[in-house]
Structures are given as C-alpha cells and as structure tokens.
C-alpha cells in the first residue's frame, strides 16, 4: 500500500502545480476583430487577372469574376476591403481581397480586370500603386 502511494505522489504533484497554472483566455471577439483592421499600407506594384482566370475558383471558394471589383493578395485575409490608388495617375477604386497572389516577385496585388480599368492600367498590365486597408 505504502509504494502505491509512494508511485502516485509525483502524478498527483504534477496535476496540483498544473491545476495552478494560469492560461490567458483567447481574446474578445471584439478585440480580434479590432487588431486585424489596424490600418496596413504597401506600394509597389499591381498586376491584374488574364482573361483565362474568368470563372475559375479563387483561395476562398468563390469563382472569379473579371467584372467585380476583386482582387488576390499574398497575405491580408480574405473580405479585407483596400483602396488602391495608380501614384502616376491618382485614380482610386476599392477592392475585396478574395484569392492568394499574385505569384511574380515584386507585385504586391492582383487586380480583376474591372478594377484594373478603374485605375487605368489596363494599357500598360502593370502600375505602381498604393493599397491601403479600409475600416
């Protein structure tokens, strides 16, 4: 009886010292909201979607669309709004971050067709812009 006790003496040390650990609960549903829509903003430079990508299953599920106002982004996560400004021409148009790009060294955003021409660089297929996250 005395070496049963003796062997179980560290288990029930081990469960006493974890039972005081302290573990911080996950934040608020509103917190998390708040610290992933801080502002972000990164200029470079913005591609947009081939004709062949029309109808095609984006990174979140949905099908693309060249006549919505859509876009892919490497990292910001998927619904995320951003304003996208051409820096030579001023032009603005806002965008939802639905798919994963592009995949070319220096871009920072794939535009859908629409949203190209709302910024006027359908000519060109490349422009320096600036994105920023919306509220």
């Not at 982004?73 to 030579?88: A, D, E, I, K, Y």
């Not at 806002?94 to 067709?113: K, Y």
């Amino acid at each position: 009886m005395r070496l049963r006790t003796w062997l179980l003496a560290p288990f029930a040390l081990t469960l006493l010292i974890s039972g005081c650990a302290h573990f911080a609960p996950p934040p608020a549903k509103s917190e998390a909201a708040a610290s992933s829509k801080s502002r972000f903003s990164q200029q470079g430079k913005a591609s947009f979607y081939a004709h062949k990508h029309h109808g095609r299953r984006t990174a979140n599920g949905e099908r693309h669309d060249q006549h919505a106002m859509v876009a892919a982004h490497p990292s910001l996560p998927f619904g995320t709004r951003v304003r996208v400004t051409n820096l030579q021409n001023q032009k603005q148009v806002i965008v939802r971050i639905n798919d994963r790009g592009p995949f070319v060294r220096g871009r920072i955003i794939d535009l859908s067709r629409a949203a190209a021409e709302g910024v006027g660089m359908i000519d060109k297929g490349i422009a320096r812009v600036r994105i920023e996250t919306l509220e």
